[in-house]
C-alpha cells in the first residue's frame, strides 16, 4: 500500500479525536499497511504534528482527572494500555499532581458523591469503595474518607 494511501487512512482516524503513536500504528496495521510504510505515515503525522504523545497524555490526564475524576493509578494503566511510554506517563500525571493534589480531588469527589457518609462499617466500605474503583491508591483513598469523615 502507498504512503498516500496510509496517510489518508491515518488522517480519517485521528479526525475523531487524539491517539497516540501505538494506537495509529495499530490502526494502519489492521488496514493492511506493511510495517515500513506505517513508519514513514506516522513520522509524516508526527512532524506536521498530528501525533504527539507527549499532548495525548497531558490532555488524557486534565481529562481523566477532570471528567470523569479518576485516580493516578486508573490514569497510569490507561495510558499505559494505550502505548504511552511509562516515563511520558509520569511526566503527564505529575505535571498537576502530587500526593496533596490527589487528596483534595479524593475528598471533593467523597463530598459530591458522598455528602453524608454513614459511619458505620458498611458505609465507609461503600466510600472507600468509590474511591478504589475509580483508581486511588488505598493509602490515599483512607486518608481521603477519614478527613471527609472528620468534617
Do not use: C
Not at 482516524?13 to 491517539?19: C, D, F, H, V
Not at 499497511?33 to 506505517?38: E, H, I
Not at 466510600?127 to 483513598?141: I, T
Amino acid at each position: 500500500m502507498s504512503a498516500e494511501r496510509g496517510l489518508e487512512l491515518a488522517y480519517r482516524y485521528l479526525s475523531r479525536r487524539e491517539r497516540t503513536v501505538a494506537e495509529t500504528r495499530e490502526h494502519l496495521a489492521s488496514r493492511d499497511v506493511d510495517g515500513p510504510t506505517a513508519d514513514q505515515v506516522i513520522a509524516m503525522l508526527a512532524g506536521q504534528g498530528y501525533l504527539d504523545d507527549r499532548r495525548f497524555a497531558r490532555l488524557f490526564v486534565q481529562d481523566k482527572r477532570e471528567l470523569e475524576q479518576w485516580g493516578d493509578e486508573r490514569i497510569r494503566r490507561g495510558l499505559e494500555s494505550r502505548g504511552v511510554d511509562r516515563d511520558l506517563a509520569e511526566d503527564a500525571i505529575g505535571e498537576n499532581g502530587g500526593y496533596h493534589r490527589e487528596l483534595e480531588r479524593a475528598v471533593a469527589l467523597l463530598r459530591r458523591r458522598v455528602p453524608n457518609p454513614e459511619p458505620d462499617r458498611r458505609g465507609r466500605e461503600r466510600a472507600l469503595g468509590l474511591l478504589l474503583r475509580r483508581g486511588y491508591d488505598y493509602e490515599l483513598a483512607d486518608a481521603a474518607l477519614r478527613e471527609h469523615l472528620s468534617k
